[in-house]
């Protein structure tokens, strides 16, 4: 078990820039999508976080929110690498854990999403396939990572501050998935079916908003000194 209290400097996390810009970007490219898209007439106008009436991919697919999507998503793609990628040595010293798993999680997350970006736009069943996968794969590999981050603090005494609200982001993640699955296999209409798992990916999408928020958040709070045990 890892403790704060000996001798020596406390490792800082990334600086809370960072994981707002992770958080902020695709929040954007999202939403600028669809408004561009509904403007354009390319979706009907609706609110599909509830709606279901577009997928993320369906509202960034055609015209100028296609251009803005990728503009935004791409540099989103890489700054959540170096996130990923500077949390792990972070946790490491924080908390005793392998830093492997969520440096190489992350960076698969990122390559599963800048493949998805990249064929956005694109037609063919082989294009869909990629997409689908990219999208599938970017967003299981950043809970993996999460995941592997929440492991890793559960070893720290005190818990950190940013532990709780995480694992409130997790099981959000984690009902989302298990309802995405539910009314694949249960909504027998495929218009209904369709919009659930719309309405069910925007709402992942703020999840994973919520969670780099959080990380922000933590990391501005422990870098300026501020009280980071929960208990």
């Not at 709780?164 to 009902?175: H, N």
Request: aromatic share 12%; glycine share 12%; hydrophobic share 50%.
């Amino acid at each position: 078990m890892r403790h704060d209290a000996g001798p020596g400097p406390k490792p800082r996390p990334p600086s809370g820039w960072l994981p707002l810009s992770c958080a902020l970007l695709p929040f954007l490219a999202g939403h600028l999508a669809l408004y561009l898209s509904i403007r354009d007439g390319w979706v009907a106008a609706c609110l599909p976080h509830l709606e279901g009436c577009t997928s993320i991919s369906r509202a960034a697919r055609h015209g100028g929110g296609n251009g803005v999507f990728k503009a935004l998503m791409g540099p989103a793609a890489v700054l959540q690498a170096v996130f990923w990628w500077r949390m792990a040595p972070w946790l490491h010293m924080r908390a005793g854990a392998d830093p492997r798993p969520v440096a190489w999680l992350g960076l698969l997350a990122t390559a599963f999403l800048l493949l998805y970006v990249a064929f956005l736009g694109s037609e063919g069943e082989v294009y869909r396939l990629l997409r689908r996968y990219g999208i599938t794969v970017y967003f299981g590999g950043t809970f993996l990572a999460l995941m592997q981050v929440l492991r890793g603090l559960a070893r720290v005494r005190p818990r950190p501050a940013m532990a709780w609200p995480l694992q409130g982001v997790a099981l959000g993640m984690l009902a989302l998935g298990i309802a995405s699955v539910v009314a694949s296999a249960a909504v027998a209409d495929p218009v209904a079916r369709d919009h659930w798992e719309n309405r069910l990916e925007w709402q992942l999408g703020l999840w994973l908003t919520a969670m780099f928020g959080v990380f922000a958040w933590a990391c501005w709070r422990e870098r300026s000194g501020g009280v980071v045990g929960a208990g």
